[in-house]
């Protein structure tokens, strides 16, 4: 009995811990399983900032492009403006061209008409002529130098801007594009890590229902083993008061005995004389009387004893046992033995064998639930009183029988016998 409380004691201690150790790795995985969350959720918040800040630079990018296709714009304008002011340059020679040769035909005028004139007065205008020709060409030969040279500084200053525009632009559109590959892979690497973190979550969680499941199971074994455990210890109980009870029945024999060598000792003893044997004789009877007498009550006591003495057995392959029967007959008790599960009794039976005469058959009624811990009491007619819905009336009978050998058993709805005890009356001594 000792190395099998040492066995079932080790197995509670294993079960333990292997239930701590199962614990301690749920709340490692819970620890693992939030420590990702929280990084699932920056990565998320970080691919939303990225998001955004891609947004914006797709905003600058197309703000950019338009100022580009401006500038492109204002450099096509300014293309047509030169051409503008280039042909009304060429107009303004093609002007100054047609001047010059008024000037020149009205030169031959005056000449022609100096010709005809005195020779001082021919000369003195054909010298101011030159001089005045000469400070027209000069001067229209200055402003179409100005012109030319204000009209080319002013294209290429607006060439130049058109240009720094364009090439500050590009630079900013490369490096938008630059930025924008650079966010796309960056996202992409985060979609990736999501994925791998998704992934991991789906594994813990699945590692965590699986140590779930495992942490049931261990802990319907363990309930399984406490339960074998405590029937155990109560048939041990129960054949420890039957020993007691043999083993006190065996000790009332052994005085017995022990007075009956006393008085056959002193009877050889006293053989040696007649007169001594004769004395011997009426003193043992006498004495013989007086502890025949003082047996005889000791054995009625103890006869009494006996025969009021019942001894119980009971074993159970379930959560549901037998745990008394009323050696009068008057009510059977089912136990629920489990912690925290209820049981369904409905439409189970108890069957209650008295010697070899016959069998009391009972079914119990539909949907009749014991609840975790309790117990319930089903009374013969008229043999107590019914309290619902802790008690239950069997109108069949008006007892459940007695007898020295009396065999109950609980049998479930599928017919197997989940639940016996068993009562043996001792008749020692009689």
């Known amino acids: 009995m000792g190395s099998l409380r040492d066995d079932l004691q080790q197995r509670y201690d294993d079960i333990q811990h292997r239930r701590e150790s199962d614990r301690?790795?749920?709340?490692?995985?819970?620890?693992?399983?939030?420590?990702?969350?929280?990084?699932?959720?920056?990565?998320?918040?970080?691919?939303?900032?990225?998001?955004?800040?891609?947004?914006?630079?797709?905003?600058?990018?197309?703000?950019?492009?338009?100022?580009?296709?401006k500038a492109r714009n204002d450099l096509d304008e300014e293309?047509?403006?030169?051409?503008?002011?280039?042909?009304?340059?060429?107009?303004?020679?093609?002007?100054?061209?047609?001047?010059?040769?008024?000037?020149?035909?009205?030169?031959?005028?005056?000449?022609?008409?100096l010709a005809q004139a005195p020779a001082d007065t021919r000369e003195f205008f054909k010298n101011e002529l030159a001089l005045a020709i000469r400070d027209i060409k000069d001067e229209y030969d200055y402003i179409a130098k100005q012109g030319r040279q204000d009209m080319e500084s002013w294209y290429k200053l607006k060439v130049s801007e058109v240009q720094g525009n364009?090439?500050?632009?590009?630079?900013?559109?490369?490096?938008?594009?630059?930025?924008?590959?650079?966010?796309?892979d960056n996202i992409g690497d985060l979609r990736g890590k999501l994925a791998d973190?998704?992934?991991?979550?789906?594994?813990?969680?699945?590692?965590?229902?699986?140590?779930?499941?495992?942490?049931?199971d261990d802990q319907r074994q363990y309930e399984q083993a406490l339960n074998e455990r405590d029937a155990t210890l109560r048939r041990m109980k129960e054949e420890c008061q039957s020993l007691v009870a043999e083993?006190?029945?065996?000790?009332?024999?052994?005085?017995m005995l022990d007075a009956e060598i006393a008085i056959y000792r002193?009877?050889?003893?006293?053989?040696?004389?007649?007169?001594?044997?004769?004395?011997?004789?009426?003193?043992?009877?006498?004495?013989?009387?007086?502890?025949?007498?003082?047996?005889?009550?000791s054995t009625r006591n103890v006869r009494g004893e006996v025969q009021t003495k019942t001894t119980f057995q009971r074993s159970a392959?379930?959560?549901?046992?037998?745990?008394?029967?009323?050696?009068?007959?008057?009510?059977?008790?089912?136990?629920?033995?489990?912690?925290?599960?209820d049981e369904n009794v409905g439409e189970c039976k108890i069957k209650r064998k008295l010697d070899s005469r016959r069998e009391i058959t009972y079914t119990v009624p539909s949907n009749i639930?014991?609840?975790?811990?309790?117990?319930?009491?089903?009374?013969?007619?008229?043999?107590g009183v019914h309290s619902p819905p802790d008690s239950l009336v069997f109108d069949g009978e008006n007892t459940w029988g007695i007898g020295q050998n009396v065999v109950t058993s609980f049998i479930n709805r599928d017919g197997e016998e989940r639940a016996t005890h068993t009562q043996k009356t001792l008749q020692t001594g009689q």
């Not at 998001?51 to 100022?67: C, I, Q, S």
């Open 24 to 69: 301690e790795k749920i709340a490692q995985w819970t620890n693992a399983i939030a420590d990702a969350q929280s990084e699932l959720e920056m990565l998320r918040a970080r691919w939303k900032q990225l998001t955004d800040e891609e947004k914006r630079l797709n905003g600058d990018n197309a703000r950019l492009w338009e100022e580009l296709q």
């Open 79 to 113: 293309t047509l403006g030169r051409i503008d002011f280039q042909n009304q340059v060429q107009t303004l020679m093609e002007e100054l061209e047609f001047l010059r040769r008024v000037h020149e035909q009205e030169v031959k005028e005056l000449q022609a008409l």
């Open 166 to 184: 364009a090439n500050r632009s590009a630079m900013e559109s490369n490096y938008q594009r630059e930025e924008v590959k650079r966010m796309r």
């Open 197 to 216: 973190l998704e992934n991991k979550n789906a594994q813990l969680e699945k590692e965590v229902q699986n140590l779930n499941y495992q942490l049931n």
């Open 247 to 255: 083993l006190q029945a065996l000790l009332d024999t052994k005085q």
């Open 266 to 297: 002193k009877m050889l003893e006293g053989e040696e004389s007649r007169v001594g044997l004769r004395q011997m004789v009426e003193q043992v009877v006498k004495t013989h009387s007086l502890q025949q007498q003082e047996d005889t009550d």
């Open 317 to 341: 392959k379930g959560n549901i046992t037998i745990s008394e029967c009323d050696p009068n007959g008057k009510f059977i008790t089912l136990e629920n033995t489990h912690r925290s599960k």
């Open 369 to 383: 639930t014991i609840k975790a811990g309790r117990t319930l009491k089903i009374y013969a007619r008229d043999q």
